[in-house]
């Protein structure tokens, strides 16, 4: 799906593409709070697309908005909030279960149900993105050009 993403992006614009992605993810994590198998493995492909989705529309809003000096330090915050997500699962884990091994489906839905809100929270977060003006947009278009052409030569 990542080979459409770039398609998806030019027509919907980056913010919304990403909002999209973090929504496919959201519905993933909710799928949690009554397991279905079926529906287990369409939204954990429907997560791989959404995954390219936030992907691509990251990769862009980098290069629209970082310098040469500051892309670096952009991408390593990205990365840190993104991994956050991970940290904070485990460790809200860690306390409320406390080391059980048998966890009972109320406990886990109300895992499932934090994660979701969080994950929808901030994938609606991606709508207060600024637009692109024109500008850049007309440079950016520029260096796709000029990539086509030193490629296909």
Sequence with gaps: MSIFSPVLMSLMSRKYLMTLGGVITACYCAVFIKPIPALLYVFSALSGCGAAFLWIGRGSEFVLNST??????????????????????????????????????????????????????????????????????KKQKDVGEELKTYLFR
Aim: net charge positive.
């Design 68 to 137: 040469k000096k500051t892309l670096h330090r952009n991408a390593s915050i990205f990365f840190a909030m993104y991994m956050s997500g991970s940290f904070g699962g485990n460790v809200y884990v860690f306390f409320a279960w406390k080391g059980r091994s048998i966890i009972n489906q109320t406990e886990q839905n109300l895992l499932a149900i934090i994660m979701s809100c969080i994950t929808l929270l901030g994938a609606l977060c991606f709508l207060l993105l600024k637009n692109i003006d024109n500008g850049k947009a």
